[in-house]
């Protein structure tokens, strides 16, 4: 079966330091993966997502970055953290080439800037 | 762009009862719309799906419309009980494939 994995599960950094969330998923190949932001008081914003190794499609202009590496780990990174990076980050996937298939999510890692 | 609306922010009823829940966009028509729920410090939990084709899908006790004319996708739990308390999502697809949340309802079930 498939499994997402996202750490760390809670992280408290101070402005200006850098960012590295990772998620990992086993079970599959070539998924299609996705990262989310959620803010306090509003809805999943979508970050970035992947369709395939070092192709990555970003929505929103931010101070993130996002890589893919390998086929199944995602990655998000800031080089410098701003207290508006502050939020509940989710880590999703769904199997290629499959639209309608729902969306699998991770745990998330609630970050916190200081 | 698309403006999702989740009717309110935070909805109380009795167990027992059934709990509604609406959805609402303001533009382009979706091909389809998913319905989640979401836990405290978790991530979202796909519960159900319904395409643009479709006037009504069930599942055990929830019951998904979506009225493509109204633009409005209502989410139901009959007999409501308190392990359905949580934040329930909806998504619309876009043109991009991509899905697009709402902002949540967070649903209480009082014994």
């Known amino acids: 079966s498939q499994t997402i994995h996202q750490w760390p599960a809670t992280l408290v950094q101070p402005v200006g330091s850098p960012l590295s969330l990772e998620c990992t998923v086993e079970?599959?190949?070539?998924?299609?993966l996705y990262w989310y932001r959620q803010a306090a008081g509003r809805g999943l914003q979508l970050l970035f997502y992947s369709v395939g190794i070092g192709q990555i499609s970003s929505e929103v202009p931010q101070n993130l970055s996002a890589s893919r590496p390998q086929d199944r780990q995602f990655i998000l990174s800031s080089k410098k953290l701003l207290l508006s990076d502050s939020g509940f980050y989710l880590c999703?996937?769904?199997?290629?080439?499959?639209?309608?298939?729902?969306?699998?999510f991770g745990n998330g890692t609630r970050l916190t800037v200081t | 762009s698309q403006k999702i609306e989740q009717n309110s922010e935070a909805l109380n009823i009795q167990e027992g009862k059934t709990a509604t829940l609406t959805c609402n966009y303001t533009?382009?028509?979706?091909?389809?719309l998913q319905w989640y729920r979401q836990d405290p410090g978790r991530g979202p939990v796909f519960l159900l799906l319904?395409?643009?084709?479709?006037k009504e899908k069930r599942k055990e006790r929830l019951k998904v419309t979506f009225d493509t004319t109204l633009k409005q996708s209502l989410f139901h739990i009959t007999a409501s009980q308190p392990a359905d308390s949580a934040t329930y999502l909806c998504?619309?697809?876009?043109?991009?494939?991509?899905?697009?949340f709402g902002t949540g309802t967070r649903l209480t079930v009082i014994p």
């Open positions: 079970g599959t190949s070539n998924p299609n």
């Open positions: 998504a619309l697809d876009s043109p991009a494939n991509n899905l697009f």
């Open positions: 999703a996937w769904i199997p290629p080439g499959l639209r309608n298939s729902p969306l699998h």
């Open positions: 319904i395409r643009e084709n479709e």
């Open positions: 533009n382009y028509s979706p091909a389809y």
